[in-house]
């Protein structure tokens, strides 16, 4: 998954056979939203692609 803001990569991880917490996740880097959770599932995230150092309109 990509953040259609500043193009940080994460990999996603959902374990369908535990509930999580609903709630929302946002980019590491530029604080877009990426995702709203409703808690159904268990959802993990990890930075795996930092883009290059570049100036962002926050």
């Given amino acids: 998954m990509t953040c259609p803001h500043c193009q940080a990569g994460y990999r996603r991880i959902e374990l ?6 609903a ?3 946002r980019c590491l880097v530029c604080d877009q939203l990426i995702e709203l959770m409703d808690g159904s599932t268990d959802v993990a995230f990890r930075l795996t692609v ?3 150092k570049t100036s962002y309109a926050y």
Avoid: R
């Fill in 23 to 25: 709630g929302e996740f």
């Fill in 16 to 21: 369908t056979s535990k509930g999580g917490i």
């Fill in 50 to 52: 930092q883009p290059g």
